[in-house]
Each structure stands twice: as C-alpha cells, then as structure tokens.
C-alpha cells in the first residue's frame, strides 16, 4: 500500500507538471464546454438563416413571410429584388434561398375563385446535403400549411401538440457528459499508451523493476490517480458549465462512480496497447487511431441516432459509448437502471483488458 | 559461497538465429572490491549485468550474489543491491529531492527530509536540489542516478557505464565518487567503454569481447602480461633509424603515427637500453619514456583501439 501511495505521489507530480497533463485534464474540458456551450447557448433549437427574395411585393407575399417568420425556425434576410438569385447565390456563398416569384398575389387570388390552377410554387433553393436544407423545406413547408389554412378558411384537422421531455435542459447538459467521457478517455488512454512507451524507451520500468514495486500496484496507482484528478475535472467543468450557462443537469454519486470505472477501462486498455509500443511517437499515432473515432463514434460530440445504422452498430462494440450512456443516464434523464447497466459493461471491459495487461506487459528483458 | 560475493559459472544469454549476447563467461568478485567489466559496445557487458540485476534469463549457466541464484530468488536481495542503468535519465519534472523520496517509497523505506539532504549531499547535489531533473546538467543527472541507487544502503553497486558521454571534469567527478563508496565498503560493479576508467578505478578488470571475456586480472598484472609496463618511445627517427636500432638488438615497434617504441621489459634495463641507444647516430625530433596502460593491452588483445565504445582498427 505505502509503495502504491509514493507511486501515486511521484508520478502525479510529474504528471501534474508536466503542461500536456494539466491541459488535458483541466483546461480542455473547460475549453470544450466553453466554446460548444457559446456556440449552442441560445436555445436548443438552432434557427437557419434564410434569404428571401421577394419578386411579388403584395400583402400576400408579405403575409406569407410573416407565417414564414412564425414558425421560429428561420432567420429571414432579404435579398434585392432586381438581382439575379443564382447569381447573387454564388457571389455571397450561400447554401439556401428562397425566392416568392412575381405575380405571387394576384395568383393567388386566381387560385380562391373558380379558375384554380394548381397551388403558386415558391422555390427553395439550397444544397441538400446541408443540415439546414432540411429546417428550411420544414419551415417553408409550416408556413406554407398555415398560409392555405388561413386563406381558405379551412379548420385544420390535426396540429401538433409539444409535451417537453426535460424541461428547461440544453444542448450543452447532453454534450456536458460527453466531454466529461472525452477527458477521462484521453487523460487515461492517450497518457498510458505514451508513458508505457516513454518508460520502455527511457529504461524507467527496467529502473522500477529492480525496485519492490510491483508491476499490477504500478497500475493500481495510476487507476487511483487518474480516478482523483478525472473526478476533479468532471467537478471543475461542471461548475464551469453551470455558472456560464446553467445547465440543469447534476451530479449523481452514480456518475462520480463511473469516473473511476472509466479510468480503470481506459488505464487498463494504455497499458494493453503500451505492451507492443516501443517508442513515445508511435504511442501518440496508436493511442489516436483508437481514440479519435472511438471519439465521434460513441456519442460524444453527437447523438447516436444521427449515425447511419452500421455506425450505431460499430458503436455499440466502442467501451465509451457505455460511458457515455451510463454518464447520460445518470446525469440528464436519471434512469439508474440504465447508468448501473453501462457501468457494469465498463467494468467487465476493464477488468479484461486489466488482467490481459498485467499478463502480457513486461517490465523486463527477454 | 567459497568467498566470492558475486559467483559466475557458464553464463550464456544467445539469441535466435546465432547471437551469442554473452558465451560463457565465468569469474567472482570479492567483497568490496571495484570489479570494472571493460568492452566495446555489443561486447555482452549490460547483457551481463543485467542478468545479474534480475532483468534478464541466462540462456544457461548460473549468476549468484551473496549466494543466491538471481535468475530465481533475486528479491531476496534486492534489498542489498543498488543499480544505476545505462543511460540512466531521472524522472523530468521531479526535483532530485523528491525523486529520492519517491524512490525510497518504492523500496519501502521512510526517509526523513534530514536523510534526504544527506544522501544528496554525499553525491555534490544539494546546490541543485531546487531544480526539475530535466534542467540537471548529464554529470548531475548520473550523480542523482546514484544517489537513488544507494537509497537502500546497498551492499552490492552495479554502475553500468556511469561516465558515457560526461565531459571530463563531470567523470572524474564520478570517480570520486565512485572511489568514495568503496571506501565505505561497498562492492562496486562498474562496466564501461573507457580504460582509464577501468585502470584508474578497478581492484580487478574482466576484457569482454564478441561475448567472452579474453582476459581478467588487476589492471597493473595485465599490463604486466600483455603490454610492457614501460616504453620508450623515439619520435621522428624513420625507417632507417629503425633498422639501426633493430641491428643492433634492440627490440622495437612501429607505433602507427609512425613513432618507434622500445619496450622495457624491467625497470632495471633502463640504463642498459639508454646505453646502447645513445651508441647510435639517430635524427631524433623527441623522445621520452610512457607508462603503458590498459589501452595498450586492448590493443594486444583484441588488435584495434577502442574510441567512445566503438572499435577503430
């Protein structure tokens, strides 16, 4: 026990002091939660900047910009009405447009008296590969139903009705858990794989083998230090979160346990990799070709259900996908069923890349 | 044990296909001593000691310290041993204070911040004692190095290549140093590439090459048996002189910046060689008389001179 603590002591010094340490425990988290939280802080609903052209100019296309405007998914901008849409599309690098054509009233007073001729066609313009194409057919679509409905005087037969989930929560109270899952993924994994490679190339297991440190206490003290400071980041960034953005998610003792399970996982899979890893630079190339889509593909950044299926199905084989549930789980929706079912995946995954460590790293020669 | 605190028999570490790292060596070393294992790089030296560290397997053969088998018992001295690897680097960012208080806490041992500052005022550091490891000049980095080793008051000290790339002054500083631990009575095990080290700091030299070990003794009886232990050496003479002297009896070599040495096979020849010398009319630009040393027994031996570890024909 007592080498374990002078373990923990000696190398959280260098660790702490060294500044790629302090960075990604401390000031990245923070980073992250700062720049996503300034980006997403204004509801949880972005709006899509819409130009308009209006070719028309009658209180009907003006009425039809107010329903427009209504739906509350888009910002409207107008764009001139002598200039030429594709062209000024191109000239200001615009991925949408929407343009009301000329005659756009007096058609559709046409369309009230017996000569309907079919419905006045106001044309979006945009890239469908884009996110926002799709906010922007949805809000002219909306706008659209609502104008004919209020013109003729039809009583519509079914609206929405909108029941929140989790009223008042952000986007950032569902990123919050992810970042919390990137910072214990690098701080852990990134820094195993590299320092197993450093201690090979610089002769610091050689040195800790002559000592009467063993090699799984070696491991336990870097398990117990990561588990300290990662808890210690995830209460940093959330206090960062929620005095700049008030988030409403919260700290369950759940997800103060997954921490040290997170650590544990990601400890146990640095020293795995670190077992064939012979110089730093190569622990840096490997540790990033696990960790970066391991990254985006577990949910962090992005829910899931975004993902193409055969993503989600490589997501569920990723350890931080079920850290990232069980965080969310715990943090946002409060199912512990759910967060006690991904802690025990992390668990068990831990325990097996633990054990197959301890048995395939060497500290010695062959 | 028959006496000897280190006991190798056969050792032998091979390596597929055909490398023979180390080909069965034998030889003890009694306590207190400083045994120096001299070599060119690759000669098998850190394979060796590291064998005896308890880092390495033989392939076969047997290494015993204090007795015991290290290749299987050798946490029952670890406690009696004290290392300091090749290329030894210490932690970056801990100060050599801290670092002796992180590595006495791996041997389990409590050192007060009073022992701490007497174990690094034994090896000259406690000027820099307020400095991350990273900022310690090569020569301040070793001497840490050492004082780390000799946390648990070891009674064996493997220093492997302790002086590699230390400025002069940094390596007779190391000297020092290493001359002073073996005045308090601890066995020293110090391989390295350079044989004035060897010569000026070991009780007993082993001359490892390709593996095996080609010659052991004192420094003073290799000399003895493999140089000459005085020359004399004729600068500027040329071939001519050279045949002159051969003509008349006198053994003499040509040494390859093209200097010729008279060897004196006993101090008492002296005065007959200068005798007969100074019969012969010779163009002579120098000449003085050199102490040979292990350096020329390297050369006997293995017929090239050692620079930086490396072999120069």
Known sequence: MSRILADIKGFGRQYLRSKVGAFFTFAFPILLILLFGAIYS???????????????????????????NNTTLVNIKMIPADANITNYINDNSLSLALQIPVNFGSKIVDGLGPNYSGPVLVTVYGDKSQSTFGTAIAAVQAASVSFNYNLSRTLPL????VQGLKEGYKFLDYFLPGVVGITVMTNSLFSMTS??????????????????????????????????????????????????????????????????????????????????????????????????????????????????????????????????NGLRDTMVYGNTGGALANLAVVLVVGAVFFVLSSRLMSWKER | MNGALIDVKNLSKHYPPDVKAVDGISFEIK????????????????????????????????????????????SEIRDKVGILPQNFEPFDELKPAEAVEYWAGLYDK?????????????????????????????????????????????????????????????????WALIQDIRKKGTTVFLTTHYLDEAERLADDVAIMHKGKIIAQDSPEKLIRKHAKLTVIVLVGIGPDGLKEIKRRGIEAITEADGDILVPVNDPSEMRTIFQKLSGIELNVKDMYTRRQTLEDVFLDLVGAKMEEGDLKP
């Open chain 1, 195 to 324: 320092i197993c490679a450093e201690y090979r190339q610089r002769g610091f297991f050689k040195l800790l083998a002559t000592t009467k440190l063993r090699k799984h206490e070696w491991l336990i003290s870097k398990f117990v230090f990561f588990s300290i400071i990662l808890i210690l980041s995830l209460l940093t960034t959330f206090a960062v979160a929620s005095a700049a953005f008030g988030t409403h998610s919260t700290i369950t003792l759940l997800a103060l346990a997954m921490i040290p399970a997170g650590a544990f996982l990601f400890v146990s899979l640095g020293m795995l990799l670190g077992v064939a890893i012979k110089d730093p630079e190569s622990g840096v190339a490997v540790a990033n070709a696990i960790g970066f889509p391991m990254m985006f593909l577990s949910g962090s950044f992005f829910p899931l259900d975004m993902m193409p299926h055969f993503l989600q199905v490589l997501a569920t084989a990723l350890p931080l996908t079920y850290f990232n």
């Open chain 1, 158 to 161: 079914v609206a929405p009705g």
């Open chain 1, 42 to 68: 204004a509801s949880g609903t972005q709006k899509v900047s819409l130009p308009v052209q209006n070719l028309d100019g009658s209180p009907f296309s003006v009425a039809y910009l107010n329903e427009l």
């Open chain 2, 110 to 174: 409590k050192m007060s911040r009073k022992d701490i500052e007497r174990l690094l005022e034994k090896v000259n550091l406690t000027g820099r004692k307020s400095s991350v490891s990273k900022k310690l000049s090569g020569g301040e980095k070793r001497k840490l190095g050492i004082a780390l080793s000799l946390i648990n008051e070891p009674e064996v000290l493997f220093l492997d290549e302790p002086t590699t790339g230390l400025d002069p002054k940094a390596r007779r500083d190391l």
């Open chain 2, 31 to 74: 306590s207190g001593q400083i045994f120096s294992m001299l070599g060119p790089n690759g000669a098998g030296k850190t394979t060796t000691v590291e064998i005896l560290e308890g880092l390495r397997n033989p392939t076969s053969g047997t290494a015993t310290i204090f007795g015991i088998d290290v290749t299987r018992d050798y």
